[in-house]
């Protein structure tokens, strides 16, 4: 376990931070939440960075996180939302590495997120459906990423649980 690596995927509010945490945890892995590393990087929060920079510019930034950081041994990475509909990201975290999904359906999603305001691309008055167009988008790019799909709808360590019993 140690050699290795796992992505958690998933959609925003799925619980791949939460998750990670406890899994690291569990496992002996160290954690990474890849939106956070980018924050450490760029001394901003990704808000910060869309508001200055724009998508793309970010995406620029996750695509070098995600190269770095699939040079890693033993450690339990949170993707962030958008990370893994990108295939140059998929490409190299599969390197050595699992990817699990979080699956989690768009109701709970939208529940967990009903006060959030942290999150740039949901940040607009038609919240709701913004929400559930992306969830459509990105979740069959997810589903081809995963190596292992769990199901998110439950405790954050029963979900733990769950992947340990998965790999």
């Given amino acids: 376990m140690k050699q290795k690596k796992i992505i958690l995927c998933g959609f925003m509010g799925c619980g ?13 892995m160290s954690f990474v939440d890849l939106d956070n590393y980018i924050e450490k990087q760029e001394k901003k ?17 996750e695509r070098q996180a995600a190269k770095t950081l699939s040079e890693k041994k033993g450690v339990v990475i949170a993707a ?14 599969k390197k050595g590495g699992l990817i699990v999904l979080l699956d989690l359906p768009v109701e709970t999603v ?3 997120l009903k006060n959030d305001t942290t999150r740039p691309l949901l940040n607009r008055p038609d919240k709701e459906r913004a929400m559930k167009e992306l969830y459509d988008k990105r979740l069959p790019l997810y589903r081809a990423a995963a190596d292992i799909i769990v199901n998110a709808d439950n405790s954050p360590m029963q979900v733990c649980k769950e992947i340990m019993a998965a790999i």
């Avoid at 791949?16 to 002996?28: F, M, N, P, R």
């Avoid at 990108?86 to 190299?92: D, L, S």
């Fill in 16 to 28: 791949k931070s939460t998750v990670g945490t406890l899994l690291a945890k569990k496992t002996g």
């Fill in 45 to 61: 929060t990704v808000s910060q960075i869309f508001a200055d920079s724009g998508e793309e510019y970010f995406r620029k930034l």
């Fill in 80 to 93: 962030g939302g958008g990370t893994l509909t990108f295939p140059e990201n998929v490409e190299a975290l």
């Fill in 110 to 112: 939208a529940e967990r």
